[in-house]
């Protein structure tokens, strides 16, 4: 299992009202929310986003209130992996719930830039940034996680 995309590059404590401000939390429904993912710090994100594409940022990405609409958010808009130094606990969490792959790498998120082109392998963790030619280890999950992901999230699991 792996990803390959385009890298969305973000800084710090990137929270769950940038992800997706609290004015669109009236619904729920995956599209709307992806239509709405990052504008606020970002609004070209939803039209330059393409299916598979990497978001990469520092620490504490997904800090803030614990909704599960953020990483709804991003998976709708297409990402396939978001790759950060640290995570919020509370959004590492809900991605996982809902069957975003995310991987915490320090040197990936310090050394990868915006617009390169990334390929995330989930089963070995090696993430290779293709446009620089330099490889990173992340802990790939353990099988319990990759089966959640598999399956799109934890209710699809479970079921």
């Known amino acids: 299992m792996n990803a390959k995309g385009k890298v969305h590059k973000y800084l710090d404590n990137?929270?769950?009202?940038?992800?997706?401000?609290?004015?669109y939390l009236n619904s729920s429904e995956p599209s709307e929310l992806a239509a709405h993912?990052?504008?606020d710090i970002d609004k070209d994100f939803v039209n330059n986003v393409?299916?598979?594409d990497i978001m990469v940022a520092r620490n504490n990405f997904g800090c803030g209130s614990s909704r599960e609409h953020a990483p709804i958010a991003i998976k709708a808009s297409g990402i396939g992996c978001v790759i950060a130094a640290t995570f919020a606990r509370i959004f590492y969490r809900n991605a996982i719930n809902?069957?975003?792959p995310i991987m915490e790498c320090p040197e990936a998120a310090e050394?990868?830039?915006?617009?390169?082109?990334?390929?995330?392998?989930?089963d070995t963790g090696i993430i290779k940034d293709i446009t620089t030619g330099k490889e990173f280890k992340a802990e790939p999950f353990p099988e319990f996680i990759k089966e959640i992901i598999n399956k799109n999230g934890l209710m699809n699991s479970l079921n």
Not at 14 to 22: G, K, M, S
Not at 111 to 122: H, L, M, R
């Open 14 to 23: 990137v929270d769950t009202d940038v992800i997706i401000p609290a004015r």
């Open 37 to 39: 993912c990052m504008e």
């Open 50 to 52: 393409e299916q598979g």
């Open 98 to 100: 809902i069957g975003l």
């Open 111 to 122: 050394n990868i830039n915006d617009g390169d082109e990334v390929e995330v392998d989930f």
